[in-house]
């Protein structure tokens, strides 16, 4: 499946032999972190503004910035996909991170985790969507074999509405283990169907047992 609309038709990987290591759509450039990204990469995630719906997430320790860099490289180097640094292409390549998005493998999961998370300077642009869409089509073209998964807090409309408008369905409603806000409800998208082992692997990662 290929996520539809203008951002979909405006993705354009780079050439062989690294197709989705730099990507650019129709406002942004999604590229492979470089070591210049981490100190930004941290400031953006020790933003409160970034975490209204999820306040313990909050950076703390700006070793962080590295980390997430490191990580990416890790993740594309293993599997050819992994989280971007995101600039709008008006600045240039040269310019600002305003987010972090993409999909990464976790673990020994099935899936790709699909992640987007914005600068509040740029929210309310349709930035998710389109990092979004460029996102599951990458995913859809390095490992069409796994499942798309994006989870988020019942109570994050905008994420929610983002999912949905690239076509990730909800397949799982439960409570949010570890969230310091027992209310928390915890929200499971998928671009498919789950068959019956994903549906147990969601079940095993996400319902309330598994915290035993």
Do not use: K
Not at 24 to 41: F, I, K, N, Q, S
Not at 42 to 67: C, M, N, Q
Not at 96 to 102: D, E, L, Q, S
């Amino acid at each position: 499946m290929r996520p539809s609309g203008d951002a979909a038709a405006s993705v354009t990987p780079a050439a062989e032999p690294a197709p989705w290591e730099h990507v650019r759509t129709a406002r942004l450039l999604l590229d492979v972190p470089v070591e210049g990204d981490g100190e930004e990469l941290f400031r953006l995630h020790a933003d409160p503004a970034v975490w209204t719906h999820f306040p313990s997430g909050v950076h703390t320790d700006p070793a962080s910035g590295p980390a997430m860099v490191a990580a990416s490289l890790e993740q594309f180097a293993e599997h050819g996909l992994g989280y971007w640094s995101v600039r709008e292409a008006a600045s240039g390549p040269a310019g600002p991170v305003v987010g972090r998005a993409g999909c990464m493998a976790p673990g020994d999961a099935p899936w790709w985790n699909l992640y987007y998370r914005l600068s509040p300077a740029v929210q309310g642009r349709g930035y998710a969507r389109e990092v979004g869409a460029a996102a599951l089509e990458a995913a859809h073209a390095v490992g069409p074999a796994r499942p798309v998964m994006a989870f988020l807090l019942e109570h994050n409309r905008a994420s929610r509405r983002t999912a949905e408008a690239i076509g990730l369905r909800l397949v799982w409603r439960g409570p949010d283990l570890g969230n310091p806000d027992p209310e928390a409800v915890r929200l499971v998208f998928l671009d498919r169907a789950p068959y019956d082992d994903l549906l147990g692997r969601i079940e095993e990662r996400f319902r309330p047992s598994a915290a035993g």
